[in-house]
């Protein structure tokens, strides 16, 4: 979603540079980067340490073992229940996020390995119209979720997302209760929900999904919250502090457990999910 | 709509013509009547057509009847339990116990302000994080007492704030909804005004959705879709139109289950009629609801939410791949 673009509390910023270029200009420090060591290096500029997105399949070589993911996420799309056009239909949106991600939808689930330990891992791609939750997203968010219960894996869900999608109105904002839904079945199996926030994780995904893990790890450089700086400033006008909603404005308010670097964050998940190995 | 100021002035013509007619003894009744019939007319002309906009006016008129007004009819004895035992009390949600058709209920209410001097103090019934965690209180003894669970929908949405978020208004919300997947009793909600995102939700996952005729129910106000997609605040009129937030449209959907019909020009012109009505319809529901065990209850409520989502099988995400863009429920 447009949402994030041009704001300059932005700390990370999408990576726009055409792929065929060997060099990248970091957007926080103006260094020009050697695309190839960006990559490396989890898309953390190597210069300034400035987090850039990461794709769902760049996150998820990130995290877990090598050659130990198989991907469960089936192509489904929404089928534009609402028929919904605003500047542009809501179909061709979709097809270019399609073309340009060559994902279905915002969000890839599957099963691996984290240090031989088992897991159902689900990850949203911000690319993909803002990694908003319609349909397919909440439908696959609830599979994998059946999936933990079904192999007695534990399910950790890393988001990336503005909120709910617009564009399939009513059915997107119902995703929030679908997957409540399916996740207090989840709580009720006994299996552990490690939730992982990066930035941002905001709207109706925070409201639902991603704040009901039994462990909220916050990657540096996430944003955490319900409404955006610009809502709050557009409705009431008020100042907010420098470092609002980012991970160490949750952490300081008792809203997350942990703040991770995004180079740490395999190891991360394999201690804590480490303790639960015996509950299954 | 500024064809109801004429509406308004029409109908105190025939009142003024009334007072006359009984102090000079003077027969103006036919021409009472004339009046009469026109302004029934000139009403279903106004009113039968809304648009979606209209619509969405409507829902958030000022003189609409809100939660409060419907506890003192609808209900009786509403026995108020204020606080969420941690930070303070919302009084844009409220929570408490009262009896409907005699029989002990748990009510949420979302509520708004009449007065500026009320708006201030209820924040324009946008709920803050202590209305949710009173919410989920409620609930919990709903379910600890097994009295059924009634929710009333007004608001705009949860107030948008830096002591909301500090106070994790979204995981606020969250626990709100799982509270309510999780409630062995029945659960019904009903809008009566704005159903607004999140903040209406959390007290929404209910086994039965109503709403009344003129209420909305979206993702997102009109305005804050129009500034996001069309980046134009004066588009809220397209965007009423394509969030297909009415009731109407709602039902057709299949994601509420019934509507609770208004009086001409919306409830406030006969609340007495639309709290008769939207007090059958919940009456009629709960019956139906409390006939099944706790777990039939949950394990359709599971379903319910479980099964929403629209989508097809698309093997590749190329240009042809997608489906024709034909709605069913439309046509």
Redesign the interface.
């Known amino acids: 979603?447009?949402?994030f673009k041009e704001r300059q509390y932005l700390r990370i910023r999408v990576d726009r540079e055409a792929d065929d270029s060997l060099w990248m200009k970091c957007k926080a420090c103006g260094e020009l980067v050697f695309k190839r060591r960006v990559r490396e290096n989890n898309n953390v500029c190597p210069s300034c340490g400035e987090y850039f997105f990461l794709t769902a399949a760049e996150r998820i070589d990130s995290l877990v073992d090598p050659g130990s993911f198989e991907d469960l996420t089936?192509?489904?799309?929404?089928?534009?229940?609402?028929?919904?056009?605003?500047?542009q239909p809501y179909?061709e949106r979709?097809?270019e996020a399609?073309?340009k991600t060559?994902?279905?939808d915002a969000i890839v689930i599957g099963r691996g390995t984290i240090e031989g330990v088992p897991l159902i891992l689900g990850v949203m791609d911000f690319r993909f119209i803002g990694g908003s939750m319609?349909?397919?997203m909440?439908?696959h968010i609830?599979r994998a979720m059946e999936a933990a219960m079904a192999e007695r894996r534990a399910f950790v869900l890393v988001s990336s997302s503005g909120g709910?999608r617009?564009?399939?109105?009513?059915?997107?904002?119902?995703?929030?209760?679908?997957t409540?839904?399916?996740?207090?079945?989840l709580a009720e199996a006994g299996l552990p929900f490690v939730s992982v926030m990066t930035y941002p994780t905001?709207?109706?995904v925070?409201?639902?999904?991603a704040?009901?893990g039994d462990i909220l790890i916050a990657e540096k450089g996430a944003l955490i919250?319900?409404?955006g700086r610009r809502?709050?400033q557009?409705?009431?006008a008020?100042?907010?502090?420098a470092h609002?909603?980012t991970e160490t404005f949750?952490l300081e308010?008792?809203?997350i457990d942990r703040v991770v670097r995004r180079e740490d964050l395999r190891a991360e998940l394999a201690l804590a999910l480490g303790f639960f190995a015996g509950v299954r | 709509m500024s064809d109801e100021r004429t509406l308004d002035l029409l109908e105190a013509k025939i009142e003024e013509l009334r007072q006359l007619n009984a102090v000079e003894g003077i027969d103006l009744s036919k021409e009472i009547a004339r009046l009469e019939e026109k302004l029934q007319h000139l009403r279903r002309k106004l009113y039968e057509n809304l648009n979606d906009w209209e619509r969405v006016k409507l829902a958030r008129h000022p003189k609409r009847p809100y939660s409060l007004d419907y506890l003192e009819t609808v209900f009786e004895g509403f026995y108020e339990l204020r606080g969420d035992r941690v930070t303070g009390d919302d009084r844009a949600l409220l929570a408490g116990l009262a009896r409907l058709d005699g029989r002990p209920v748990v009510v949420l209410a979302q509520q708004k302000g009449r007065t500026t001097e009320e708006n201030k103090e209820r924040f324009f019934g946008m709920p803050r994080p202590q209305g949710f965690r009173k919410a989920r209180r409620a609930i919990e003894l709903a379910d600890r007492f097994r009295f059924p669970l009634i929710s009333m929908i007004d608001t705009p949405g949860?107030y948008?704030?830096?002591e909301?978020?500090?106070?994790?208004?979204?995981?606020t919300?969250?626990?709100s909804?799982?509270a309510m997947?999780?409630v062995r009793v029945p659960t019904i909600a009903v809008v009566i005004g704005e159903g607004g995102?999140?903040g209406a939700?959390?007290i929404?996952?209910a086994d039965c959705i109503v709403m009344l005729e003129n209420a909305i129910?979206?993702?997102?106000t009109p305005e804050?879709?129009a500034?996001?997609?069309?980046?134009d605040k004066d588009k809220a009129k397209?965007?009423a139109a394509?969030?297909?937030?009415t009731a109407e449209r709602?039902l057709a959907?299949g994601?509420i289950d019934g509507i609770v019909p208004e009086p001409l020009g919306g409830a406030h012109k006969d609340f007495g009629k639309t709290a008769d009505a939207l007090k059958t319809e919940i009456v009629r529901r709960l019956s139906e609801l409390s006939a099944l065990p706790a777990n039939e209850l949950l394990a359709r409520?599971?379903a319910r939410?479980?099964g929403?989502?629209?989508?097809?099988?698309?093997?590749?995400?190329?240009?042809d791949a997608?489906?024709p863009?034909v709605?069913a429920?439309?046509n």
């Open positions: 979603m447009s949402l089936e192509r489904i799309v929404t089928d534009d229940p609402l028929a919904f056009v605003d500047s179909r979709l097809r399609q073309e060559s994902l279905s319609g349909s397919v909440g439908e609830c709910a617009i564009q399939e109105g009513m059915f997107s904002l119902l995703q929030m209760a679908k409540v839904t399916v996740r207090r079945r905001s709207g109706g925070q409201a639902s999904i704040s009901l919250g319900f409404a809502v709050i557009q409705t009431i008020q100042e907010l502090p609002f909603q949750a308010r008792g809203q | 949860a948008p704030g830096l909301a978020e500090e106070q994790n208004v979204g995981a919300i969250a626990e909804l799982q997947a999780g995102s999140g939700l959390a929404g996952l129910f979206s993702v997102i804050g879709a500034s996001i997609l069309w980046k397209d965007a394509a969030l297909q937030l709602l959907l994601l409520r599971y939410y479980r929403i989502g629209r989508f097809v099988l698309a093997p590749i995400p190329t240009p997608l489906p863009a709605d429920a439309r």
